[in-house]
Nanobody, 125 residues
Framework: QLQLVESGGGLVQPGGSLRLSCAASGFTLDYYAIGWFRQAPGKEREGVSC????????KYADSVKGRFTISRDNAKNTVYLQMNSLEPEDTAVYYC??????????????????WGKGTLVTVSS
């Protein structure tokens, strides 16, 4: 069974850091572009960051540029999202998703084939 499982969420104070992980089982990630998306209460799910299948290219939403870093370790079948300088506006459920290599270019939820169930990130003092 193909699965993506997110971990690493939690409660953090403003200015703090978290590292999210997205582990795949039942398939290998190295073919796929991977995206991180988030959905805050009452809002639509939005793209945060995407990484190409090779890991050589990345893109970020303007709201997280300079604060978040996406990376992948294909040997571990895992993708990461390092989140620094967290703000209350970053509070959301974070999802990872896998799509065909071309889905990297648009980094949109519609281009993704497989989704995890999400991990909650709460930024609050």
């Amino acid at each position: 069974q193909l699965q993506l499982v997110e971990s690493g969420g939690g409660l953090v104070q403003p200015g703090g850091s978290l590292r999210l992980s997205c582990a795949a089982s039942g398939f290998t990630l190295d073919y796929y572009a991977i995206g991180w998306f988030r959905q805050a209460p009452g809002k639509e799910r939005e793209g945060v960051s995407c990484i190409s299948s090779s890991g050589g290219s990345t893109k970020y939403a303007d709201s997280v540029k300079g604060r978040f870093t996406i990376s992948r370790d294909n040997a571990k079948n895992t993708v990461y999202l390092q989140m620094n300088s967290l703000e209350p506006e970053d509070t959301a459920v974070y999802y990872c998703a896998a799509g065909p290599p071309g889905s990297y270019y648009y980094c949109r939820r519609g281009g993704m084939d497989y989704w995890g169930k999400g991990t909650l990130v709460t930024v609050s003092s």
